[in-house]
């Protein structure tokens, strides 16, 4: 069965409550997660960032003023998740090009509504992913690359799961990585 949530915050606390059995998402909120206490284990990588793909994109309305990290101090813009990678990643971009973080105010939305959200004017900006920044294209206008603002490699997302479920289902999560790991290659 699979769940649809928003975002891996979401995710992790219905993993670790046993609601669903395996989670995907970023590794941020995983990291979080370890440093309290919570035992999640990343049974197998998802997607890994390799410059200079365009993976998580900053987008700004297609009529906006904004045309450069500066014009966005002072206004507010949205991310798929607070403390997730998407937040960190537009903090980076913005303070590595030239804008000042401290005065931009970050709001949570999900991808699938930030087209509308700017379009609306409620946020000056948005952090895509796809397919939601090709969606996007007749409401945004590309601004920069947030995911190498972060580095040049380094891993996204994962499949994971606790370490009490993968006890129980080491061979279910044995196949899950190994299936997961032939799509990628196929895919790539």
Do not use: C
Not at 73 to 79: C, D, K, L, T
Not at 89 to 110: F, R, T
Not at 119 to 128: G, H, Q
């Amino acid at each position: 069965k699979i769940t649809v949530m928003n975002n891996t915050a979401q995710l992790a606390s219905a993993v670790a409550g046993g609601a669903l059995e395996i989670g995907y998402g970023s590794v941020i909120p995983l990291a979080q997660a370890h440093l309290r206490g919570l035992e999640f284990r990343v049974i197998a990588p998802a997607l890994v960032y390799t410059a200079p793909a365009l993976t998580n994109i900053v987008m700004t309305g297609k009529t906006s003023n904004v045309k450069t990290a500066a014009d966005l101090n002072g206004q507010v813009v949205a991310v798929n998740g607070l403390r997730d990678l998407t937040q960190y990643e537009m903090q980076a971009w913005i303070d590595q090009n030239g804008g000042d973080v401290k005065s931009v105010k970050l709001i949570e939305i999900p991808f699938s509504e930030m087209g509308a959200a700017l379009e609306a004017n409620r946020v000056a900006a948005a952090i895509f992913a796809e397919p939601f920044a090709t969606a996007a294209q007749s409401q945004a206008r590309y601004l920069g690359n947030a995911s190498l603002a972060i580095g040049k490699h380094y891993m996204v997302t994962g499949w994971f799961a606790t370490t009490d479920w993968l006890a129980k289902n080491a061979a279910t999560a044995k196949r899950l990585q190994a299936v997961m790991l032939q799509i990628a290659r196929w895919a790539n």
